[in-house]
T-cell receptor
Framework: GAGVSQSPRYKVAKRGQDVALRCDPI?????LFWYQQALGQGPEFLTY????????KSGLPSDRFFAERPEGSVSTLKIQRTQQEDSAVYLC???????????????FGPGTRLTVL | GNSVTQMEGPVTLSEEAFLTINCTYT??????LFWYVQYPGEGLQLLLK?????DKGSNKGFEATYRKETTSFHLEKGSVQVSDSAVYFC????????FGTGTRLQVFP
């Protein structure tokens, strides 16, 4: 596909369950970003990868959140022991930049809507 | 801390009306500035950007000028169409992209 894809598009979890959200960036894109978008809010940065290296994870809200990109392409955001406050849309974005410039255009996926009951 | 503030919506306009969506930022230095748009059922798309003071970004009839004196990056369009109905997000790149809360635009025929 031509764009960033994310799966699943919708996820309902019971409180306490673990979830895994997948992001497939545009082929060849070096940098990958995860954002959390609560209802009625703008996206908030969670973490950033350049290839397989996680360069910034300052936005992860707690140690229940974990992200990986082991081969520098597909990334997974894992949330352990989900809580109701984790309910949000999780967005993934990628950029082509090989220089690591964050000013390059970020291409966003459609997001995964997580609902924790 | 770094932040982006944009006008609350919804903004409701008739087709062919003039549009302004205000955006101001608080940041150290001179961040790159962006407007993203989210059409119903779709992901965020970059609409336009400006990387330094006095730059004007433009796309699809939309324009925004980077004003460092007022730390603003207001979005304008001279004549909106029904197809412009969407949520618009202003963002500033500091060490990461910081988004405003979004402004919903509704254009009626």
């Amino acid at each position: 596909g031509a764009g960033v894809s994310q799966s699943p598009r919708y996820k309902v979890a019971k409180r306490g369950q673990d979830v895994a959200l997948r992001c497939d960036p545009i082929s060849g894109h070096v940098s990958l970003f995860w954002y959390q978008q609560a209802l009625g809010q703008g996206p908030e940065f969670l973490t950033y990868f350049q290839n397989e290296a996680q360069l910034d994870k300052s936005g992860l809200p707690s140690d229940r959140f974990f992200a990986e990109r082991p081969e520098g392409s597909v990334s997974t955001l894992k949330i352990q022991r989900t809580q109701q406050e984790d309910s949000a849309v999780y967005l993934c974005a990628s950029t082509l930049s090989s220089s690591g410039s964050l000013a390059d255009t970020q291409y966003f996926g459609p997001g995964t809507r997580l609902t924790v009951l | 801390g770094n932040s982006v503030t944009q006008m609350e919506g919804p903004v409701t306009l008739s087709e062919e009306a003039f549009l302004t969506i205000n955006c101001t930022y608080t940041a150290t230095g001179y961040p790159s500035l962006f407007w993203y748009v989210q059409y119903p059922g779709e992901g965020l798309q970059l609409l336009l950007k400006a990387t330094k003071a006095d730059d004007k970004g433009s796309n699809k009839g939309f324009e925004a000028t980077y004003r460092k004196e007022t730390t603003s990056f207001h979005l304008e369009k001279g004549s909106v169409q029904v197809s412009d109905s969407a949520v618009y997000f202003c963002a500033a790149l500091v060490d990461k992209l910081i988004f405003g809360t979004g402004t919903r635009l509704q254009v009626f025929p």
